[in-house]
T-cell receptor, first 113, second 113 residues
Framework: DAGVIQSPRHEVTEMGQEVTLRCKPISGHNSLFWYRQTMMRGLELLIYFNNNVPIDDSGMPEDRFSAKMPNASFSTLKIQPSEPRDSAVYFC???????????FGQGTRLTVV | GESVGLHLPTLSVQEGDNSIINCAYSNSASDYFIWYKQESGKGPQFIID?????DKRQGQRVTVLLNKTVKHLSLQIAATQPGDSAVYFC????????????FGRGTSLIVHP
């Protein structure tokens, strides 16, 4: 298995532009997480999907952020419009079910200038 | 609110020594705990987990101890190697809910040859 696959690995964009991050979870996993990592705040949960349904989006910073999971093998995290304070590494993770370990992708390093 | 925290942000050891990384948690409802290792430029990687019905679990060169009385976790790495240099995170999962991993800030382990 290739693991959780995220794209792109690096993204540099100008303030105000739309950014879309992509994630392919491990086949057979039914839970998916989006996390954001910064030096100041560490790893923060943004949103959690179970069976493609958003269960907890309380970590989504504001309306500029949105996430979708149209099917079991794909999820997107969109930021529109992007701001410099959104610069961070964004991780996607998946797992087989509650009470099991989550497997992380390699992350997308986003820089908003 | 309740949170997971780490006592030491940086731990430096000599190759061959044993390392102990500590983690305090404050949510008494947490009943599943995971240790992750994150190398530079990579996503967190699962090391070992432990459930609240256990107080010790051993893996290859690693041991996790859980003290529910004082809400404390530790990760012990035997015969530490340069390849163990990374940031280590503990994540608590609250039972009775969605078991969403909540991460502490991390401890940086530096192994000197």
């Amino acid at each position: 298995d290739a693991g959780v696959i995220q794209s792109p690995r690096h993204e540099v964009t100008e303030m105000g532009q739309e950014v879309t991050l992509r994630c392919k979870p491990i086949s057979g996993h039914n839970s998916l997480f989006w996390y954001r990592q910064t030096m100041m705040r560490g790893l923060e949960l943004l949103i959690y999907f179970n069976n493609n349904v958003p269960i907890d989006d309380s970590g989504m910073p504001e309306d500029r952020f949105s996430a979708k999971m149209p099917n079991a093998s794909f999820s997107t995290l969109k930021i529109q419009p992007s701001e410099p304070r959104d610069s961070a590494v964004y991780f996607c993770a998946s797992r087989t079910g509650e009470g099991t370990e989550a497997f992380f992708g390699q992350g997308t390093r986003l820089t908003v200038v | 609110g309740e949170s997971v925290g780490l006592h030491l942000p940086t731990l430096s050891v000599q190759e061959g020594d044993n390392s102990i990384i500590n983690c305090a948690y404050s949510n008494s409802a947490s009943d599943y705990f995971i240790w992750y290792k994150q190398e530079s430029g990579k996503g967190p990687q699962f090391i070992i987990d432990i459930r609240s019905n256990m107080d010790k679990r051993q893996g290859q060169r690693v041991t996790v101890l859980l003290n529910k009385t004082v809400k404390h976790l530790s990760l012990q790495i035997a015969a530490t190697q340069p390849g163990d240099s990374a940031v280590y995170f503990c994540a608590e999962n609250i039972g009775g809910g969605s078991y969403i991993p909540t991460f502490g800030r991390g401890t940086s382990l530096i192994v000197h040859p």
